[in-house]
């Protein structure tokens, strides 16, 4: 699987960042992922890993927008940047998914079986959506 990183997430790699779906970059056919170091957006991928995830949600800000308000970044994976989870993802790394209006209280959840995704080993964020190994 080629990685699509944009040659400014290099200098990333193995630093703690977060990541977050860009719903306007999605609409305008550009790359959804963005890579969140120190509060500045350092890139936007096809293709993103990260090992040591971990998930946020911001309540306040699901419950607006369950409500019918603006849409904000509110929801992210924290974690280290890194290529082997793109390079090792397969079809046994489970889709994960989010949407504020699908719970009483948003979270991430594993889309076979609904439990609450809290943290996990790796993530990888694809065109395809979010996977995650345990």
């Known amino acids: 699987m080629a990685t699509h990183y944009t040659d400014n997430v290099a200098p990333f790699i193995g630093k703690k960042v977060r990541v977050h779906y860009n719903l306007n970059a999605v609409r305008s056919g550009t790359a959804p992922w963005c890579v969140v170091h120190k509060?500045?957006?350092v890139a936007r991928c096809w293709h993103v890993g990260l090992v040591n995830a971990v998930a946020h949600v911001g309540q306040n800000a699901a419950r607006k927008i369950a409500e019918g308000g603006n849409r904000s970044v509110h929801a992210w994976i924290t974690g280290v940047l890194?290529?082997?989870p793109v390079l090792d993802c397969d079809s046994a790394w489970q889709l994960v998914g989010y949407n504020p209006r699908d719970r009483k209280e948003a979270a991430f959840t594993y889309r076979a079986t609904g439990v609450v995704?809290?943290?996990c080993d790796a993530v990888?964020?694809?065109?395809e959506g979010m996977r995650a190994r345990s």
């Open 39 to 41: 509060g500045r957006v």
């Open 124 to 127: 990888v964020f694809t065109d």
């Open 117 to 119: 995704f809290m943290r």
């Open 82 to 84: 890194s290529l082997s």
